[in-house]
């Protein structure tokens, strides 16, 4: 179960995520002018709040490369566990810019909603090609910084790539709202509008759901497999294994579980074997796992 991310050193690992982070957000805010300079030019409701989606994308890559500086810090008395968290405390940050984003589209439908004539955009050959270039633009970025999330075992990269990705599929309803448009349906890109807030909040209500994961410290490893790693330790002695607690990521797991040994053992012996374990635990998921192995005579 080795990733790519449990064979580099942690300051190496750091060092990647923000070299993505880096050329993602040049990627975003790039993407996010193009849309909101065009969108305003075309009087474009859909167009100019999908340019708000791509303006927290880029927000969202500052939050995490504050995140990631702060993760990339090594244990210390006050945090002896790490400061890892600080990664995925990060990705909170885009739910709520996510959030503020859908409100403030919201409120710009009903404002054009309860204006007493509806604004046709100008939906020119510019405001297609700008649309479909970007389109373009966002496939690659988040298709970059999923594989290199997965790859470096990020969770803040993984949730980024999905919030760019909604911002392709929210580009191909501001598309169709241009479409509507030019056969004088100003009401479409209202709707579409109101569209856009909606799939922002589903992303951000997905991304706090992924965050809670590690944030919460649920369980995330099978206890029957740990079981099953404990005890094809080839040592004599070994009873059984129970009491099996996980939680972490994939970028480092905490482990704690009782080791049952034959009662006669010498404390000595009994502590070789513990530390057995906890190497054949840290080869099987990572050497960045922190392992804790109470010993326990058997009955």
Known sequence: MKSAATILKSSERYRRIRKVLILVLIANFGVALAK???????????????????????????????????????????????HAKFETFASIGIVVLLL?????????????????????????????????FTMLVNTGVSYFERRQGQKLSSTFLVADSRHTMS???????????????????????????????????VAAIRIMKEASIVLLDRAVLDPAEV??????????????????RTRGS??????????????????????????????????????????VVHIEPGR
């Open 36 to 82: 909101g300079l065009v969108g305003l030019r075309a009087d474009s409701i859909s167009m100019v709040a999908d340019a708000f989606h791509s303006l927290m994308d880029g927000s969202s890559n500052i939050i995490g490369l504050v995140g990631v500086a702060l993760a990339a810090r090594p244990r210390d008395e006050t945090h002896s566990y790490g």
């Open 250 to 291: 994939e970028a480092g797991y905490w482990i704690d579980l009782h080791l049952l040994v034959e009662p006669e053992l010498p404390t000595r012996k009994s502590h070789r074997i513990a530390s057995v374990v906890e190497r054949r635990l840290k080869d099987e998921y990572g050497e960045e796992t922190d392992v």
């Open 100 to 132: 503020v984003t859908a409100i403030q589209i919201v409120e710009s439908v009903y404002g054009r909603l309860t204006a007493e004539t509806l604004a046709l955009p100008d939906a020119g050959p510019l405001a297609f090609a700008t649309m479909g």
């Open 167 to 201: 911002d392709v599929y929210v580009s191909f309803s501001v598309i169709a709202s241009l479409l509507a448009a030019r056969f004088g349906l100003a009401i479409v890109d209202i709707v579409v509008g109101g569209f856009i807030a909606g799939a922002i909040a």
């Open 227 to 244: 079981e099953r790693v404990c005890l094809s330790v080839d040592e004599k002695g070994i009873l059984g294994c129970h009491k099996v």
